[in-house]
């Protein structure tokens, strides 16, 4: 690709984004393997200017020629579990061609593990993809402009944070990923939207390709899949759950397998824990850096606990909820990033100061006591379930919007 078609928001913050990232350099063994050459930072440039071309030939079919039952359609396909019917239009033929057969690196075994394995820090694990794979990834501006385009303010926090929650817990369900589980059929309907919103916004006169790149696009879906497997790891860790290297690796697998599925380019996917860090933090020194629209989504999704539904003390359980929010997203992304997302600026971390102390302890005595590792996973899904129950009270509806954890 001509290097002139790099959009310019590619890389234009890079001392402040390299301040934001430095921590994950703790945690590389290879610094030196972190920092792109020139090769790979035009690479990912050029990858702000990819969408999905497969979901993104279906999409054009579903809101053009497809008709008004297109989409109905193609969700009638993705339930029956048969992708080789006869008769498919071809762009439906060619996006259920490139999911129906797995890659060859897929290993079932080690998915179920990674899926019982996100259980193990039950709401801790939660509040982690929340304060720093959400909270912390507003600060890229290019990648909320899509969300701000859509109507995410307008939506409201409380229905993205429930609607990507229970997409996350169908995922990470043992057997999620089965053909005819739900965490398989959601992860497709929710890429075929994210389509739509791409051409949807490409057709916008306020989408300016120049500087933000495609709407949706590979760097910015490698972050969203990062946000789910490296900072979701690195976030448990912070605050005191104890993870095996064994239950981290079949994590990172089971993202992996998800990334695939979400139209991630296989280039993007990391095999490993190690490799995965080094590629969020060169991802991280890529994007531009805060603005305005990050003060607005950091001050909406602030106060996000307040519109939970509990089952009793509401308000004192919404603001109790808000202040551990903010304390942890304090830790996350320090001093300058609560600065930064509109946040308050004298907030500090108490309590991961008192909370990973006492988790560290918790997780640790369960591991070495018999069937204790069966008891966190047992407890950790019940707990998630129950803060899913919280997130919509009786109302579970279908997700309509997409997955947006930038």
């Given at each position: ?24 350099l ?28 497969v ?65 193990i820090?039950?709401q ?20 909320n ?7 995410a ?9 429930a ?20 965490g ?24 300016d ?8 696009n ?12 490296v ?62 629209n990050?003060r ?33 997203t ?20 108490w ?56």
């Open positions: 690709m001509d290097r002139q078609k790099v959009p310019s928001r590619h890389g234009t913050d890079r001392a402040e984004a390299e301040r934001i990232a430095k921590p994950l703790w945690l590389i063994r290879d610094r030196k393997a972190a920092v792109p050459d020139e090769q790979q930072w035009q690479r990912m440039g050029e990858a702000l200017m990819v969408g999905d071309p979901a993104d030939d279906l999409a054009k079919w579903v809101r053009g020629e497809g008709g008004g039952k297109a989409f109905s359609q193609f969700k009638k396909i993705l339930d029956s579990g048969n992708f080789d019917q006869k008769d498919m239009a071809p762009p439906l033929r060619a996006f259920f061609d490139a999911i129906k057969q797995p890659p060859a690196w897929v290993d079932w075994e080690r998915l179920e593990r990674g899926a019982r394995a996100s259980a820090s039950g801790t694990g939660m509040r982690v993809l929340r304060d720093l794979g959400l909270m912390a990834g507003y600060q890229a501006r290019g990648i402009q899509t969300l701000i385009m859509t109507g303010l307008e939506r409201g926090a409380t229905r993205r944070v609607e990507t929650t229970k997409w996350w817990l169908d995922c990470i369900t043992p057997g999620g990923l089965n053909r005819d589980a739900e398989f059929k959601t992860t497709l309907r929710v890429r075929l939207i994210h389509a739509m919103v791409r051409q949807q916004l490409l057709d916008s006169p306020d989408w390709t120049s500087e933000w790149g495609l709407p949706v590979q760097l910015d879906m490698q972050a969203t899949y990062l946000a789910f497997s900072s979701f790891l690195f976030g448990q860790k912070l605050m005191g759950t104890l993870i095996s290297r064994q239950d981290s690796e079949d994590i990172m697998h089971l993202w992996r397998y998800i990334g695939w599925l979400m139209g991630v380019d296989e280039s993007l996917l990391c095999e490993s824990e190690q490799e995965g860090r080094i590629a969020l933090y060169q991802n991280v020194i890529s994007q531009a850096t805060a603005d305005e990050s607005k989504l950091g001050r909406a999704l602030m106060d996000e606990p307040l519109g939970r539904r509990y089952p009793n003390f509401g308000k004192i359980r919404g603001r109790w909820e808000r202040q551990v929010h903010l304390s942890m304090r830790l996350f992304v320090g001093g300058k990033g609560m600065e930064a997302l509109g946040l308050p600026k004298l907030t500090l971390p309590y991961p100061a008192v909370f990973a102390p006492l988790n560290a302890a918790w997780t640790t005595g369960h591991r070495i006591l018999p069937g204790g590792r069966n008891r966190l996973m047992r407890r950790g899904r019940k707990a998630q379930r129950n803060q899913l129950q919280t997130l919509f009270g009786e109302d579970h509806p279908e997700i309509t919007s997409g997955v947006q954890f930038g």
